[in-house]
């Protein structure tokens, strides 16, 4: 039997989710039009009034917002309501630059929690359960997130906040933690310090979701096998609320959107243009009902295909098939499209675990490509022809994925940081 | 004699022997015998140390990549020609030698040599 938070939703016949997004939009697009004077202005330069907007099949005329739109009003880009009536804030890392503050009403944290009750429900969570929040807490909305939604499901809710790996691990062997959530690179960390302890048998987790960065199945594979558990993937982003945008379920064939909040287009990276159905491009959301930053045609820089195929969980919901990557991860080197997790599973493959780091940087104006991984015991032999050979099919095998050269540089085991928020996976030093 | 050889992965970088060297100290580990054979980036430490499995849990616990194998320890007269005529004696025997290094000997004690070959059976029935 399929565990549901709001099963009146989540399982809606499509023509009655169609409704309801009609229905909700042009509700937004007034409350946009009339309170939110940063999209006003952009709906006036592109040539487009309330007025042109008909039903949500308009929705193309509307202008895109990127994270430049957001940053460049900072403080209170596209905040639409007044200060009074929000009741919090959650902002980006702003690792790439300024930060986007996101605010909340308190129907705006309702309908975000929900989303992550939705989430944890699929991942087979109930209010039997105890719910590890290994997601930083803060600014950050990981962990905030999943605490809003645990707490909306009755689950018993460990607020643990990321780092102090021990202390993680004995209140999940104290209290009986069932299912955790924290970011994949904390989870692989988590099952490697639980081995070296041998306290896997004091483990009672059966389900995961794990977020904020790409991960591959191999990497899944591994963490599952780790935890003993079943590892759910959950998508999220500030602008659009959160954690919870969408989530696996147990067929875990991509991710259930939550269309009854959140509209999803794909549209083509360089034109635009929306896609049709199945095909590959970027995702934009559109925020249907959030009122304090009501967020439109948000282009999220996440490459994916959306589909209705009907899925086994008997969730209606659009789902979008996980991107091989976030555009933003994408490096391209000589010309390459290089994606993290392509490196990520190459390296599971041969053996070695998901702690690397890859370093580009740019020579006599060619670039350079260079993976640093941790040795392992596995892999590790008396025999220096052998770790040689190792490090040689290493090189081919990341070749042979990559389609160019990557210079392989062996490290002592933990040298790599372990990450608590989002792992620091590249590092670009090319002065372009 | 068969004697258990500790090896160690190591970064090429200054501080990493010393890394180890520290904490065998730390531990009261008496190394025997120590050698590195280096590769660009990276090499192997071999040590051979008097309590072998006090010292290869004492650098599993630090998180060090390490591997344990059988060597060789045979000795070798304290006189001119003394190896040599040791390794006649291998080379007749058709063993390759892989690697060796030295144990540090007293004055006027003879020498122990490390030996790593491709066949240890046949070096063990030469009886050296």
Not at chain 1, 5 to 21: A, D, G, S, Y
Not at chain 1, 294 to 303: E, F, G, L, S, W
Not at chain 1, 398 to 417: C, E, Q, W
Request: with cysteine; net charge negative; charged share 25%.
């Amino acid at each position: 039997m399929e565990n549901y938070f709001q099963p009146e939703f989540e399982t809606m016949p499509l023509e009655k989710i169609k409704e309801l997004q009609n229905e909700k939009f042009m509700k937004q697009m007034q409350h946009v039009w009339n309170d939110c004077p940063d999209y006003r202005r952009k709906m006036e330069q592109s040539g487009v009034s309330i007025d042109d907007i008909k039903s949500i099949d308009d929705i193309s005329k509307l202008p895109f917002l990127s994270k430049d739109d957001l940053r460049e009003g900072y403080p209170y880009a596209m905040l639409a309501k007044p200060l009074s009536e929000c009741v919090r804030i959650q902002s980006t890392s702003g690792t790439t630059g300024k930060r986007v503050i996101a605010y909340y009403t308190m129907h705006d944290i309702d309908l975000w929690e929900e989303c992550c009750a939705r989430a944890l429900a699929a991942a087979g969570a109930t209010n039997e359960d105890v719910v590890h929040v290994s997601y930083g807490y803060g600014l950050f909305t990981g962990g905030p997130g999943l605490n809003g939604g645990s707490h909306k499901l009755g689950s018993l809710t460990l607020p643990m906040s990321s780092g102090n790996t021990d202390r993680q691990l004995q209140f999940m062997t104290d209290l009986g933690s069932t299912v955790l959530c924290c970011t994949p690179s904390y989870a692989a960390y988590l099952g490697e310090t639980i081995a070296e302890k041998g306290i896997k048998d004091q483990i009672k987790l059966k389900a995961g979701l794990f977020g904020a960065e790409a991960w591959s199945e191999e990497m899944r594979r591994d963490i599952e096998k780790a935890l003993g558990i079943k590892a759910y993937d959950i998508y999220g982003l500030t602008e659009i609320s959160g954690p919870g945008v969408s989530f696996e379920c147990s067929e875990q064939t991509g991710m259930h959107i939550n269309e009854d909040h959140f509209y999803a287009e794909i549209i083509d990276p360089d034109t635009g243009e929306v896609l049709p159905e199945g095909e590959q491009g970027e995702l934009v959301f559109t925020c249907l009902d959030k009122e304090a930053f009501p967020v439109i045609r948000y282009r999220t820089k996440d490459i994916c295909v959306l589909t209705r195929k009907q899925c086994s969980c008997g969730r209606t919901f659009i789902k979008m098939v996980k991107p091989r990557g976030r555009s933003d991860d994408m490096l391209i080197i000589k010309g390459v499209n290089v994606f993290p997790s392509q490196i990520e599973a190459v390296l599971l493959e041969q053996g070695y675990q998901a702690n690397y780091q890859i370093i580009v940087d740019r020579v006599n104006n060619s670039d350079t490509l260079e993976v640093q991984v941790e040795m392992t015991n596995e892999n590790f032999s008396d025999d220096l022809g052998k770790v040689n050979e190792m490090e040689k099919e290493l090189v081919a095998a990341l070749k042979s994925m990559l389609g160019i050269y990557a210079k392989v540089r062996l490290v002592a085991p933990k040298s790599i940081t372990r990450s608590e928020g989002k792992a620091v996976r590249v590092i670009d030093n090319r002065k372009i | 004699m068969t004697v258990k050889q500790i090896s160690v992965f190591l970064e090429n970088r200054s501080g990493q022997l010393k890394e180890i060297t520290d904490l065998l100290a730390k531990k009261s580990v008496n190394l025997k015998a120590i050698s590195i054979a280096e590769s660009n980036d990276y090499g192997i430490i071999r040590l051979i140390a008097d309590d072998v499995d006090f010292a290869k849990d004492a650098l599993i616990d630090e998180g060090f990549v390490i591997s344990v194998n059988p060597v060789q320890q045979i000795s070798v007269p304290n006189v001119a020609g003394g190896l040599n005529s040791l390794l006649s004696k291998i080379a007749e025997a058709g063993i390759n030698i892989k690697y060796m290094y030295s144990i540090v000997a007293g004055k006027d004690e003879d020498a122990q040599m490390i030996f790593k070959v491709d066949e240890p059976e046949k070096l063990e029935e030469l009886n050296l």
